[in-house]
């Protein structure tokens, strides 16, 4: 492609709502534009990187057996309803009527859809198993839409759905997406981690993600450097146990605590470790109050809590409505003296506090010398803590570490959730009518690009991986003179029939506008032509994995340009 016909606006300064670094270089780069909040439009440049990992994408898919379809992107609020995720999914669900104010929704997934199209179909177990895919835009009303395409509103996603006929088979096919995963990631040249995960509002069994690692992840990735134990720090678990104290328990007081209310707060008024402390956090479900109680120097795993309960949502309870039902004042909040209808749940590190402190439930006070047991009962002790990096890991004892990274894959183990409830049923070779087991694939392709950015650029600009590079080569020209025109020309074309994607800058631009603009852009292979370079019958190369530099002979370029490109990443 000649950049002098190409729509490609690069831009010199970085945007002033850009935050992270994919977000500042893909619009920089000329690879989208923004349209609204969490929605953007994605050019010629950007587009090309989309395709090359859809192709990945599509190549690995098919290799594994699966099938591509193309489902509908709006959906009547009736399936969802069948499946009870009308309600259960929440506010991210984009939600509009027709003409006639029927209910439908624009689709963040598709378990509904694909179950309603495969129900009235499959009859035997015979029919049984079979992988069907799709690659199409989603849609997700995100309360904050942020850092680019890594979490917007509209996005292009890979979702697959295998249907079994029982578990063992689902775990095969579990396993084999599992497995096209790994290699899509890999051939995509990220550097990825596996973890447990949560299954979240798609419900289900077992689930893994695949995180690339990346500082700017909003995940945080737990594992062991001593074993395979990884886990998302929402489901990470360790072995830590805690040990009460052998102190003599001291009598329960109530203390005023004037304008403290936090946990530092407390612990500055009262010169005390938050070891001494015991959080109280109170929630509101569909069942009624919950108390959590976790110990002042660590913070509540929702998830965990949530998946104690059995729960869809989780939701702090409204203060005011709080007190008038329960009479537990928040930012005051403790479990002494609280109505039994309220389920308190405790961290085993809150139940090893000795001579503790909580809220008495009362503005501006808390008692001191808590002890749980003797001044207060809990309904379950379970972990609901967020695990802290040193802690022991829980399947061999080594020392767990934490790090950043990017959900770009997660795959499920869906069980009977959607059959059950939309009567996906096939008859078993008993002649008996059996619920199909089902699994769920997905993959954010253009998160997948963010991600790869992410994880590849310097302070220049993007360091594509070859394999998902929007073009391999980036020719360079310095010059308008015919001597540098003719050998790009004929570079161009030869380097194009030997099957690689050339980018020629033939603009009528500075050299210091077309080097930034190439760095910027980030393809593997630059090859600047200038006066000098040709007057020693070499051609200058580029290699923008390392920035290194160095020389070629011009009488028969292509071949070495081939294998400098076979060696990048």
Request: glycine share 6%; proline share 4%.
């Amino acid at each position: 492609m000649k950049m002098s016909q190409m729509y490609s606006p690069t831009l010199k300064e970085t945007p002033a709502n850009a935050e992270v670094v994919s977000h500042k270089l893909m619009l920089r780069a000329g690879l989208m534009r923004k349209l609204s909040s969490g929605i953007y439009s994605h050019l010629p440049l950007g587009y090309k990187v989309i395709q090359k990992i859809e192709d990945i994408i599509r190549e690995e898919m098919n290799k594994a057996g699966a099938q591509e379809v193309l489902l509908p992107a709006l959906q009547p609020a009736q399936l969802w309803k069948e499946s009870n995720r009308w309600a259960d999914y929440g506010p991210e669900l984009m939600r509009l009527k027709d003409r006639h104010e029927r209910d439908f929704c624009l689709g963040p997934t598709h378990e509904e859809v694909i179950t309603d199209l495969i129900k009235d179909e499959v009859r035997s177990y015979k029919d049984l198993p079979f992988n069907l895919y799709q690659i199409q835009t989603k849609f997700r009303d995100e309360i904050r839409p942020r850092f680019g395409v890594l979490r917007s509103r509209e996005f292009i996603m890979k979702d697959a759905y295998s249907f079994n006929a029982d578990k063992d088979s689902l775990n095969e096919s579990y396993q084999n997406m599992y497995d096209a995963y790994a290699k899509i990631f890999t051939r995509c040249g990220l550097e990825f981690r596996t973890v447990v995960a949560d299954n979240g509002p798609i419900g289900g069994t077992d689930s893994h993600e695949f995180m690339v690692l990346a500082d700017s992840g909003e995940d945080t990735v737990v594992f062991c450097n001593e074993c395979d134990y990884s886990a998302n720090l929402e489901l990470a678990e360790s072995d830590i146990e805690f040990t009460t104290e052998d102190t003599k328990f001291k009598e329960l007081e109530k203390i005023e605590t004037k304008d403290a209310a936090t946990i530092e707060d407390i612990s500055n008024f009262l010169n005390c470790s938050a070891k001494k402390l015991i959080k109280s956090l109170i929630y509101q479900t569909q069942d009624g109050y919950v108390l959590a109680l976790i110990r002042g120097d660590y913070q509540l795993n929702e998830v965990k809590l949530r998946n104690l309960l059995g729960v869809a949502n989780l939701e702090m309870a409204p203060a005011e409505e709080l007190f008038n039902d329960t009479g537990i004042v928040t930012g005051y909040a403790g479990a002494i003296d609280i109505p039994d209808e309220v389920t308190v749940i405790a961290d085993p590190s809150a139940m090893s506090v000795v001579n503790g402190v909580t809220g008495a439930n009362e503005v501006n006070y808390h008692y001191i010398n808590v002890n749980p047991d003797r001044d207060f009962n809990v309904d379950e002790i379970a972990d609901i803590r967020e695990i802290k990096e040193g802690e022991p890991c829980i399947d061999c004892n080594g020392e767990l570490t934490m790090t950043r990274g990017i959900e770009v894959g997660q795959v499920f183990k869906l069980g009977t959730k959607y059959s059950d409830s939309m009567e996906a049923s096939y008859i078993d070779n008993n002649g008996k009518s059996k619920s199909m087991f089902m699994g769920c694939y997905g993959i954010g392709v253009t998160r997948t690009v963010a991600a790869a950015i992410e994880q590849n650029h310097d302070d220049y600009g993007i360091i594509w991986p070859k394999s998902i590079a929007p073009y391999s080569v980036h020719i360079i020209e310095l010059g308008d003179s015919k001597e540098i025109k003719s050998v790009s020309e004929e570079l161009y074309t030869d380097l194009k029939q030997s099957g690689l994607e050339v980018l020629c800058d033939n603009r009528n631009e500075r050299a210091g506008v077309k080097f930034n603009d190439a760095d910027l852009i980030g393809c593997p292979i630059q090859v600047i032509l200038g006066k000098n370079s040709l007057e020693d019958d070499n051609i200058e190369i580029k290699l923008r994995q390392t920035n290194e530099k160095l020389k070629i002979d011009v009488s028969n370029p292509v071949p070495k340009i081939k294998e400098l490109l076979a060696k990048q990443n």
